[in-house]
């Protein structure tokens, strides 16, 4: 089973960046849905969460009303939105299959991780 990150770039504040997570070998279609971050130093944190078939999601404060997750079931994409990029959103970015249907910010609920895609947002 493989999750690949990709979308991630150099931007300046203010920008934007679309990133996207494709699944092979397997389907998540009713799997909630996960991304997260890790910047240099800091511990793994929680971006945004959705669940099965998309109708609830969840944010972290820090990237609430600038970030929107989303996921195409059939194509089996996940995606996130990111508006209005700050310095402090630079990260590696990580999605991530969770074990069961809904949303949840807890990393351990997370069965499957994909390797990660570098944000960098300057000043």
């Known amino acids: 089973v493989q999750l690949q990150a990709s979308g991630g770039g150099l931007v300046q504040a203010g920008d934007s960046l679309r990133l996207s997570c494709a699944a092979s070998?397997?389907?998540?279609?009713?799997?909630?849905m996960g991304w997260f971050r890790q910047a240099p130093g800091e511990e793994r944190t929680f971006v945004a969460s959705i669940s099965w078939n998309g109708d609830r999601t969840t944010y972290a404060d820090s990237v609430n009303s600038r970030f929107t997750i989303s996921r195409d079931r059939l194509k089996n994409i996940l995606y996130l939105q990111m508006n209005t990029l700050k310095p402090e959103d630079t990260a590696v970015y990580y999605c991530?299959?969770?074990?069961?249907?809904?949303?949840?910010?807890?990393?351990?609920?997370?069965?499957?991780w994909g390797r990660g895609t570098q944000v960098t947002v300057s000043s």
């Open positions: 070998r397997r389907t998540f279609s009713n799997n909630g």
């Open positions: 991530a299959a969770a074990r069961f249907a809904t949303t949840t910010r807890e990393a351990a609920d997370y069965t499957y």
